[in-house]
T-cell receptor, first 113, second 115 residues
Framework: DQQVKQNSPSLSVQEGRISILNCDYTNSMFDYFLWYKKYPAEGPTFLISISSIKDKNEDGRFTVFLNKSAKHLSLHIVPSQPGDSAVYFCAASGETSYDKVIFGPGTSLSVIP | EAQVTQNPRYLITVTGKKLTVTCSQNMNHEYMSWYRQDPGLGLRQIYY???????DKGDVPEGYKVSRKEKRNFPLILESPSPNQTSLYFCASSLVAGGTGETQYFGPGTRLLVL
């Protein structure tokens, strides 16, 4: 059973609008959550993270929200740009350095000019 | 430039023919890992290494081997490839192990087709 779920395989958004990518997890022991972005023919690159002691983290146009009680996090991109078109992976890990990082299946975002 | 390199980028082989995918990082990272990406399944960890000569199984280790003789290199070995190992493979490294939110740096990927 997948511990990290991204239930939307794909998402299309108009340029300038908000993109909201969702992620749900089942393991309440997860302590850190990360988003990675992947362009075709490239490896994933780190985008933004949040620890479980916070409910929001911002970095420019990217904001991640964490709702621990619902075991849900979301990535907001405002405003969306065509260069944001990529696959976004949600990932989660525990509180020790020995905990593995578990990745979700990814959501493919298309930002339409 | 800080990077993780993988070779080859693309590989077509036949069932049973041993192959090695190389991975090298120039960031002096202790932790290295191999993942495979399959549609609908995301990135699944194959093997990881906490440091030189320290390796351990990830979630899908069957059919794979690794070694970590030097800090910078972490090759992935398929002794007898089978068609179900057709996948996109990524090597990754981080300063320390991947827990505690440590950022991983990924290589560009190796697309493997086993006929």
């Amino acid at each position: 059973d997948q511990q990290v779920k991204q239930n939307s395989p794909s998402l299309s958004v108009q340029e300038g609008r908000i993109s909201i990518l969702n992620c749900d997890y089942t393991n309440s022991m997860f302590d850190y959550f990360l988003w990675y972005k992947k362009y075709p023919a490239e490896g994933p690159t780190f985008l933004i993270s949040i620890s479980s002691i916070k409910d929001k983290n911002e970095d420019g146009r990217f904001t991640v929200f964490l709702n621990k009680s619902a075991k849900h996090l979301s990535l907001h991109i405002v405003p969306s740009q065509p260069g944001d078109s990529a696959v976004y992976f949600c990932a989660a890990s525990g509180e020790t350095s020995y905990d593995k990082v578990i990745f979700g299946p990814g959501t493919s975002l298309s930002v339409i000019p | 430039e800080a990077q993780v390199t993988q070779n080859p980028r693309y590989l077509i082989t036949v069932t049973g023919k041993k192959l090695t995918v190389t991975c090298s990082q120039n960031m002096n990272h202790e932790y290295m890992s191999w993942y495979r990406q399959d549609p609908g399944l995301g990135l699944r960890q194959i093997y990881y290494s906490m440091n030189v000569e320290v390796t351990d199984k990830g979630d899908v280790p069957e059919g794979y081997k690794v070694s970590r003789k030097e800090k910078r290199n972490f090759p992935l070995i398929l002794e007898s490839p089978s068609p179900n190992q057709t996948s996109l493979y990524f090597c990754a490294s981080s300063l320390v192990a991947g827990g505690t939110g440590e950022t991983q740096y990924f290589g560009p990927g190796t697309r493997l087709l086993v006929l």
